[in-house]
């Protein structure tokens, strides 16, 4: 049957035998895999390959062997080379990165990076910072480091932490803008040791962690934990030695404080932004009032970021105490609830309402902040609202009325004047650069 393009004739070639000059015997443990290939196919696509074939070295052999690529991952590269088709999914991702390193393809490369950018969580982070520190990815390598900063504490406690390498924990846990308490940190660095120790066949005893993580263990600010945390915590921890457990006492307490070799000095963490929805605020004396109904707005980004929580308007007439239900959804999907209680002093002030972590929200979707407010009813609202905000950090937001609102917000005015957020900064990125290579 004639083909009517040459992909499509390629494509026939594809993982057949017909015509085939090569053959791979591909994976490391025996069955190895036989795959049939053409290597002019190969050659005019990777200059690896034609040197393999072509060049003044080229292999003679009928068949080669590639003990260091899985098979899945060498029959989506081929599926690539004859094609231009490539469906990469999470389980196969890095495998493909790999070849697609191997035999110089920077745009199947491409393919994978991206597809592991879009698909970056805070509990696959970790992992994806060591593999893409590996392959040289400087640009996933800083997006990694902006997730882990923002969702430290889930990206310490997820398991993929207690897979990566000694100099990946290291870089991690020195930084500057990390966003976790260093009681977090310290039993992070402990469960890392503890994996460590048994894949390196030892009894995860205190003594071998101790040994494992080595000077790591100093990236650990411990001084820099309450006096309660550090009592509760790494005091009661073997892996201290008793001179430092003294010696970290007495800093807390003593007039002259002993020299330490741990840093003392608290992380500057990120910095908080905030997006301000409102040119004005105002109240009049019938509105705004609550019932139990929603307020509620759509926001969508230019860029990644992570949203902290929102600043609400309170009472105004005069202090009070409300209850208080914020939400965000992406469509139908649920991302993150908080029922909690803020003070609101009777002014025109914003008062934070925080979730429990920050969200993590994607460019060019649209999102819905909600509140439900439970307390005195009459208090301050937004005016003259703006469509777009652009902010210092290099974010840009989109507002648009959502129709859970039952309480009156839209666009022009009403509650949720603010989204608190943090966002890749200057110096974020800065010290992300800093700590990478």
């Known amino acids: 049957m004639s083909k009517k393009n040459i992909r499509d004739r390629s494509a026939v070639m594809f993982m057949s035998e017909v015509m085939s000059d090569v053959h791979f015997l591909v994976g490391a443990s025996s069955p190895r895999m036989r795959i049939p290939a053409h290597k002019y196919v190969l050659a005019t696509a990777s200059s690896v390959f034609f040197a ?17 690529v899985e098979p899945s991952a060498f029959i989506i590269m081929l599926r690539y080379l004859y094609t231009d088709q490539v469906t990469v999914e999470a389980d196969s991702v890095l495998a493909v990165l790999y070849c697609s390193k191997k035999y110089l393809l920077p745009h199947l490369a491409k393919i994978c990076v991206k597809y592991l950018e879009s698909n970056l969580t805070a509990q696959n982070a970790c992992l994806l910072l060591s593999q893409s520190r590996l392959f040289d990815e400087t640009v996933l390598v800083e997006r990694c480091f902006e997730v882990i900063d923002a969702q430290a504490e889930l990206a310490l406690a997820s398991d993929g932490f207690t897979q990566i390498d000694s100099d990946t924990v290291r870089r991690i846990l020195s930084r500057e803008t990390l966003n976790a308490k260093e009681v977090v940190i310290f039993e992070a660095a402990l469960n890392w040791a503890t994996a460590e120790c048994r894949r390196q066949k030892l009894e995860p005893t205190a003594e071998n962690q101790r040994s494992i993580l080595g000077d790591i263990l100093f990236c650990v600010r411990i001084p820099a934990m309450t006096l309660e945390e550090f009592a509760n915590g790494p005091a009661q921890v073997a892996i201290l030695s008793v001179k430092e457990i003294n010696d970290i006492f007495l800093h807390y307490v003593a007039t002259n404080k002993p020299s330490l070799d741990f840093l003392a000095k608290p992380r500057l963490g990120l910095t908080l932004q905030k997006c301000h929805r409102f040119l004005s605020s105002a109240y009049r004396s019938n509105q705004w009032r609550y019932r139990g109904r929603c307020d509620s707005i759509q926001f969508s980004v230019d860029k ?4 902290v929580g929102f600043g609400l308007y309170g009472s105004s007439n005069g202090a009070a105490e409300y209850k208080v239900k914020i939400e965000l959804k992406r ?5 993150a609830t908080k029922c909690t209680r803020f003070f609101s002093d009777g002014s025109s002030n914003t008062f934070p309402v925080y979730f429990d972590t920050p969200i993590q929200i994607e460019a060019d979707i649209f999102y819905i902040a909600s509140v439900v407010l439970d307390g005195s009813e009459l208090s301050y609202f937004g005016q003259d609202g703006l469509n777009e905000v652009s902010l210092d950090c290099d974010v840009n937001f989109q507002f648009q009325c959502s129709a859970e609102s039952t309480n009156g917000t839209g666009v022009q005015g009403g509650q949720i004047p603010e989204i608190l957020l943090y966002a890749p900064s200057k110096q974020s990125r800065l010290l992300s650069g800093k700590y990478s290579h």
Do not use: N, W
């Open 52 to 68: 393999m074939f072509y060049g003044p070295l080229a292999e003679r052999k009928e068949e080669i062997e590639i003990p260091d």
């Open 304 to 307: 990644r970021i992570f949203v």
């Open 331 to 335: 469509t139908d999907c649920v991302l």
